[in-house]
């Protein structure tokens, strides 16, 4: 060995991160690492840095330092590239995305353009002869797995360095990786580059000196790698985008410039308050240096609101005066009490997320326009890493191991064949294993330089360009993410807007009244089917429940409805006191100002910190903290110093006596990791009470447009009989009537060609445009003008969108097969027109309920649940059964599982019949039960007593079945 006190890096590791090419978590490498005496640890994935905060996190503490390195693999090259500090880190990620994204890639010239930091370790004598031009001797080293090639490097002119690639820790890993490199060869993508790396176990420390015992150079090359690489990765400072601006102006002074523009144009007259608000408000923003992040957003809503596309800011950023302000949201914090420190406080030093909901239709447009406005070197979405669940291991490893799809389908759903099976052995062996990277939802980054010298980069399945981080990761590194999430709701209420505006004449703008008492008498009959976030079977029951009066109660409900509050006591404990008037005492007179509104219960997370702030006399930058300490999972010794510091030192110092105080902190433990944030509930509590404002006072319009922006938990048909169950026609398709989308048509709704399936949108827009120049006379004129696939023309006609174009549906479908005759030869036309087909009996009710059902998956005409057998009570009736033993049948409508306090599973499903919906529960000891009725395809019963509980009514499943 080189020396005494000798602690070589473990040169390298391949992490799960090598996507369907390694096993093993960063964390299990680190851990073997300390265990084999390594001094760092070197993470080398193929064409990957995605494991790199993985990297840094599992270091801390464990007594090895994290050396970040990346395997270049390629058809014809194949190096491994470590960084040795902050530029070679940039070139890594820029070499790296050039892998990934240069059809035509090539690692001598990535190197040509720089290679500062970039320490390589190749053992191909072709790209070593050609690399050894390009980096310094120190920085171009053989990997060598024994002393015999190192003194073959020797003689070759190169530097030895002691080094083995591992890529498995157990024999079981061995196994994992062949099923991995098998579903990688099967994939669509294909297998990609052969890959040498082969089997190989981390050998210890020890074991490598003995190797090298008579080449100590390729150990002291080893060794040197544990200092020289120094990578700072995770710096703890945001990287924040930068707008362009005048010569001379600052982002400071342009963000003060706007702000108090549009704070001139929210509040008429200006009071003294507002003003020295925003003035802190800035104050803060310039501190923390996040003026050019604010104005990078206020482009973004700018452009979408010049462009009519709805927009509105969630989460705590609608607490900020500057978001009011300058249009990033309608919810004005001042009116509705939401403290900014809860967004953003002088001693945060992290970027908060400002998360930006669109509409879903026009979110592409926007990110269009953030590429286009900022370039696309600077501009990337984040990635979301999709890992294998059981469902996805058992499909893959089944088909990898030639399984038949029947025998998959039996593994996943479960049962005793799983128990026996070494599939399903191999396929949880898969699980929590990175499978593919895909696009987030809504995580774009926008960097002062390029992305790809920030963070690696490669193209999503869809195409679309992706960092290798994902959320966690890019935030952990300093990447400020902006979140564009589409939200249909806000399409829903701009829909519906316009039709409004269009079919009545009114351009004006509507002014939703927040105290409206016939949208709050709609709501709390817990009719909000449609209504946003307000219309899960327990939030109907809660809205009947609280007996909701105004949007700020709406708001209420939102915060009510979530988990943990039901199970904390919160809700019950608010609706006693609401609705049933409930006695109560606060804990101190103080208390009272503060939850007046809210019963003494707190309810948001902005109540735990007026209370540290106004009773306690923390500062609200400290109370923030305080309310993330004592509403996390932190360690006994830091609530312990909470304890202390809230209990006998602030709280002592603003008079209150300990008794109260213990009491006041009791409440907060109790209520404080179940509150919500006010912020975001006030938002959503605006979109979700414009919804049921327009549910309420524009039906027919509401409806359209709730149609043709679908995306509840409940399938479409539900939504088309509610509108129904409210007197509203709702049309079949018909090829000289319907739009491409749902329309308003008199005062009924008209399907639109979306709904036909195997229709395609081309398709579609022919006939509307074909029609509009004339309608169709007949079939055979709709098939001339027309180009339709065949399959196209029939499904339309089987569902009656060609009715009253021939003498019945299957005369029609009879006559497909036969060229449209020529008008231009009356006689062969007038045959096809009255031939034998055309006296073939059309369809009675129940073969157009079918067609309706297996084209649309909607009834027109008829529910289906109408032709059950009778003895069932409509569910429209059960709030008469109470107490009583009944029997209810109808359609799954939508199911969902739950856990008890003592971790048990509930099930509740939701039955739709003609009349309406029936909630059926289904308690621990019957969960048997509840899968049967959620693997029935058609209409099932459910028998069993008719409870009542805050003014909502089900049934206690006992039996259950399929409607013969």
């Known amino acids: 060995m080189g020396g005494e006190g000798m602690r070589i890096a473990a040169l390298t590791c391949r992490s799960f991160y090598s996507l369907l090419r390694g096993a093993v978590s960063v964390e299990r490498w680190v851990a073997q690492a300390a265990e084999c005496g390594y001094g760092a640890v ?8 995605a494991g790199a905060v993985d990297l840094w996190k599992a270091t801390e503490g464990a007594g090895v330092r994290p050396i970040l390195g990346v395997e270049i693999l390629t058809e014809t090259q194949r190096a ?11 070139n890594l990620c820029r070499i790296t995305t050039a892998r990934n994204l240069d059809p035509g890639f090539d690692l001598v010239e990535q190197l040509k353009i720089d290679c500062r930091g970039v320490i390589c370790l190749c053992n191909c004598p072709e790209l070593l002869a050609e690399l050894r031009h ?6 171009l080293f053989v990997g060598c797995a024994d002393a015999e090639e190192a003194a073959r490097a020797c003689a070759a002119g190169f530097e030895p360095i002691a080094w083995r690639h591992a890529d498995r820790l157990q024999k079981s890993d061995v196994e994992v990786l062949k099923l991995l490199n098998r579903i990688r060869t099967m994939s669509v993508a294909g297998a990609g580059p052969r890959d040498p790396c082969g089997l190989n176990a981390m050998s210890a420390a020890r074991e490598m000196e003995r190797r090298f015992r008579r080449s100590p150079q390729a150990l002291v090359h080893a060794d040197e790698m544990v200092p020289r690489c120094d990578l700072r990765l995770l710096t703890g400072k945001p990287i924040l985008p930068k707008v362009q601006l005048a010569t001379g102006e600052t982002s400071d002074r342009e963000l003060a410039r706007l702000c108090h523009r549009g704070l001139a144009k929210r509040y008429n007259p200006v009071r003294g308050d507002v003003l020295r608000r925003l003035e802190y408000e800035l104050a803060t923003v310039r501190q923390n240096g996040f003026s050019d992040y604010f104005l990078v957003v206020h482009e973004i809503v700018h452009f979408a609101r010049q462009n009519g596309i709805p927009v509105e800011v969630r989460g705590s950023a609608a607490g900020a005066l500057i ?22 406080n002088p001693g945060r030093t992290d970027c908060p997320d400002i998360d930006i909901d669109l509409c879903w239709r026009k979110r592409d447009e926007v990110i269009r326009f953030c590429y286009e406005r900022w370039g696309f070197e600077s501009v990337a979405m984040v990635c979301n890493i999709n890992r294998y669940r059981l469902r996805s291991a058992i499909r893959d490893a089944g088909r990898a191991l030639g399984l038949a799809p029947v025998q998959m389908h039996q593994l996943a759903r479960g049962g005793k064949v799983r128990e026996t099976s070494a599939v399903y052995r191999l396929a949880k062996s898969l699980v929590g294993i990175p499978r593919h990277l895909g696009v987030h939802c809504g995580g774009i980054v926008v960097t002062p330089s390029p992305v790809s010298h920030i963070a690696p980069l490669e193209r999503a399945h869809k195409g679309v360009v992706i960092t290798q981080y994902d959320k966690d990761a890019a935030e952990a590194i300093g990447l400020v993410k902006i979140d564009l999430l589409g939200n249909r709701a806000l399409s829903t209420v701009h829909g519906t807007i316009q039709i409004i505006g269009c079919n009545e004449g009114d351009k004006g703008e509507l002014s939703f009244d927040p105290n409206d008492q016939k949208t709050a008498r709609m709501l709390s009959a817990g009719d909000s089917l449609g209504v946003f976030q307000s219309e899960s079977p327990g939030m109907r029951q809660l809205l009947r429940g609280l007996k909701v009066r105004s949007r700020k109660d709406l708001a209420i409900a939102l915060s009510l409805i979530r988990p943990g509050p039901a199970s904390g006591g919160m809700k019950a404990a608010f609706i006693e006191r609401h609705v049933h008037g409930k006695p109560f005492a606060y804990l101190h007179p103080k208390l009272e100002r503060l939850l007046g509104e809210t019963y003494g219960v707190m309810l948001y997370q902005e109540d735990v910190m007026r209370i540290a702030v106004e009773v306690a006399g923390y500062t609200v930058a400290d109370a923030d903290r305080f309310r993330s300490e004592v509403s996390k999972k932190v360690s006994p010794a830091r609530l312990q110093a909470q304890y202390v510091d809230f209990v006998r030192s602030r709280a002592d110092n603003a008079g209150i006596d300990r008794q109260s105080a213990e009491a006041i902190w009791d409440e907060i433990l109790r209520f404080a990791a179940y509150s919500y944030c006010k912020a975001h509930a006030t938002v959503y509590a605006n979109i979700a009470w414009e919804t049921a404002y327009l549910k309420a006072h524009y039906p027919l319009q509401f409806y359209c447009s709730l149609l043709n922006n679908h995306h509840g938990m409940y399938p479409l048909r539900v939504y088309v009989w509610d509108a129904r169950r409210r007197g509203i026609p709702i049309l079949p398709v018909h090829v000289n009537h319907s739009e491409i989308e749902w329309s308003v048509q008199g005062r009924a709704i008209r399907a639109g060609f979306r709904v036909v399936k195997g229709l395609s949108r081309g398709t579609a827009r ?49 006559r497909l097969h036969l060229a449209p005759a020529d008008p231009n030869q009356p006689m062969l036309f007038d045959i096809h027109q009255h031939g034998v087909a055309s006296r073939l009996p059309d369809y009675d009710r129940i073969a157009r309920l079918k067609a309706e059902l297996d084209v ?23 709030h008469r059964l109470v107490g009583r033993r009944t029997t209810v049948a109808g359609f799954v409508a939508t199911a969902r599982r739950a856990r008890t306090n003592d971790g048990r599973t509930m099930g509740f499903v939701t039955l739709e019949d003609s009349t309406g919906l029936a909630e059926v529960s289904f308690f621990p000891d019957q969960i048997g039960l509840y899968r049967s009725i959620c693997s029935y395809g058609g209409p099932v019963w459910a028998r069993g007593r008719v409870t009542e509980h805050l003014a909502s009514i089900a049934l206690e499943c006992a ?5 013969a």
């Open 856 to 878: 649309t998956g909607i009834s027109f005409g008829l529910h289906p649940a109408t032709l059950l057998p009778t003895g069932y009570v409509p569910a429209i009736q059960l």
């Open 959 to 963: 039996a259950c079945g399929k409607v």
């Open 134 to 139: 390009i980096l310094h001797r120190t920085s």
């Open 766 to 814: 022919e006939i509307v445009g074909q029609r509009r120049i004339r309608a169709f006379e007949h079939l055979d004129d709709l098939r001339r003008r027309v180009p339709f696939r065949q399959p196209e023309l029939r499904n339309l006609i089987h569902v009656g969108a060609c009715d009253g174009l021939g003498p019945t549906r299957p005369a029609m479908l009879s």
């Open 80 to 90: 491994i590239l470590l960084a040795e500090n902050r530029s070679g880190y940039e």
């Open 42 to 49: 070197a993470l080398a994935d193929v064409n990957s840095l």
């Open 323 to 344: 978001s009011y302000v300058l249009g990033f949201t309608r919810v004005c914090p001042v009116e509705n009490r939401l403290y900014f420190e809860r967004f953003m």
